[in-house]
């Protein structure tokens, strides 16, 4: 196929072939990559073309095979993963995810639990500053910090950083 064939098709038919990648892949990236690979084919393979169906038909066809080709490819990939199972040792949740996190563990917690968790956690608060505020020692301050991690323990799934009760 001459350069002058393979730019006429393009221009006429690319729209089509984008669209039907769109349809299958739904993925617009994914899409646009496709396109790319079917005009490759069809530079490599255009002078197979006997035209025994027409132009759209032959598009159509590639476009369709390549894109359930990328399709299956993903799935055996994810399969091949999903087989070895996790290389990658277990994270504790972010920061702000940990903050989320035990937004919700406050909710079902008693208020002296709740309070000393917001200051350590939200606030920043040492022992000694959250113990000062609220007229305790700093030994019954951490080992409410200790009552909260276990109950978020329990209500979480994982572990919150440790909290060691400091002694005066």
């Not at 729209?15 to 617009?28: F, N, Q, T």
């Not at 084919?41 to 095979?65: C, H, P, Q």
Request: hydrophobic content about 40%; proline content about 3%.
């Amino acid at each position: 196929m001459r350069r002058a064939e393979l730019d006429q098709i393009y221009r006429t038919h690319g729209s089509l072939v984008l669209r039907r990648a769109r349809k299958i892949l739904r993925d617009e990236d994914l899409a646009r990559d496709a396109m790319q690979d079917v005009f490759v084919r069809v530079i490599k393979s255009g002078d197979d073309f006997r035209g025994e169906a027409s132009m759209v038909t032959w598009l159509y066809r590639i476009t369709t095979n390549l894109c359930l080709n990328k399709i299956r490819d993903a799935q055996r990939r994810r399969a091949k993963l999903d087989e070895q199972g996790p290389k990658v040792p277990e994270v504790k949740a972010p920061v702000a995810d940990l903050r989320l996190d035990i937004s919700r563990v406050l909710k079902g917690l008693p208020t002296e639990l709740s309070e000393v968790a917001i200051y350590y956690y939200f606030d920043e608060m040492d022992q000694q500053e959250i113990a000062e505020l609220l007229g305790l020692a700093r030994r019954s301050v951490g080992y409410r910090l200790q009552r909260f991690v276990e109950e978020a323990r329990v209500l979480l799934g994982y572990d919150l950083p440790e909290v060691s009760v400091q002694r005066v």
